[in-house]
């Protein structure tokens, strides 16, 4: 895994919307179509305006699955992720093949439709972060590192819970659902290229836990370490906890 340190997350931004650029055009012009997973959340502002701004790009060409969904909550609501994803990604470029989850369906039904479509070819590059507790998608600790499921129902823990109302998605804690459905943790990690956004110091803990500690279903995001084509874009505030703090460095 190669860890990169930007100044801020501005910086993290276009660094991760270069690298996630690049990688898109190289695969469309070699395979014709790509991919890919997105992710949401305030950890991917400020990537997905860079990406959505970079020239070049044939999003008609792109297939997309997001990670992860409330359990209960529609694409009117105002967190919901298929919402997010519509504004900033699917609007912005005209990505017409999308596949977003439905929280007001059937949970069990979404996951098995969703876990059909995702698992019948390879993922190029699916775009992630870390959450306050490590979660990765939303898979709170102890996250599951066996199953094969796809998606699957998750509960979403008090601290995850109490990020989404501190990023300002709901007005209070009783108003967070405590469901969500989830792409697995092994079916992230075999998509080709993971790029993970990680900015600000709300984050530091996580960050030093998940990549100086052990790999442990504890800091579910330490499983990133163990995929061989995954970068994690960190800003300064961050890393501020990391031992090393060099620009850029390899993690095994």
């Known amino acids: 895994m190669n860890l990169r340190i930007l100044e801020d997350k501005v910086a993290l931004g276009r660094a991760a919307a270069d690298h996630a650029s690049a990688l898109l055009k190289h695969t469309l012009s070699t395979r014709g179509r790509a991919r890919i997973l997105a992710a949401t959340g305030g950890s991917q502002f400020e990537f997905l305006d860079a990406l959505t701004a970079t020239p070049g790009i044939a999003w008609d060409k792109v297939e997309m699955f997001h990670l ?132 600000d110091a709300r984050k530091a803990s996580a960050v030093k836990r998940c990549f100086e500690g052990p790999i442990s279903p504890e800091a579910p995001s330490s499983i990133l370490r163990a995929h061989p084509d995954a970068t994690v874009y960190l800003d300064r505030h961050s890393a501020t906890l990391l031992a090393n703090k060099a620009p850029a460095q390899t993690l095994s």
């Open 68 to 199: 992860d969904e409330y359990v209960g909550i529609g694409f009117d609501h105002p967190a919901s992720f298929g919402k997010y994803l519509r504004e900033r990604l699917i609007n912005k470029t005209g990505l017409n093949n999308h596949h977003l989850i439905d929280g007001l369906g059937d949970p069990e039904n979404t996951c098995r439709e969703m876990g059909r479509l995702l698992a019948a070819e390879p993922v190029d590059i699916a775009f992630a972060g870390v959450g306050e507790n490590g979660h990765l998608a939303f898979n709170d600790p102890p996250a599951d590192f066996q199953t094969e499921q796809p998606y699957l129902v998750v509960n979403l823990d008090a601290a995850c819970r109490q990020q989404q109302v501190g990023e300002g998605w709901f007005p209070n804690l009783g108003t967070v659902p405590r469901h969500a459905i989830s792409i697995s943790i092994r079916q992230l990690l075999k998509a080709k290229t993971i790029i993970v956004s990680v900015p």
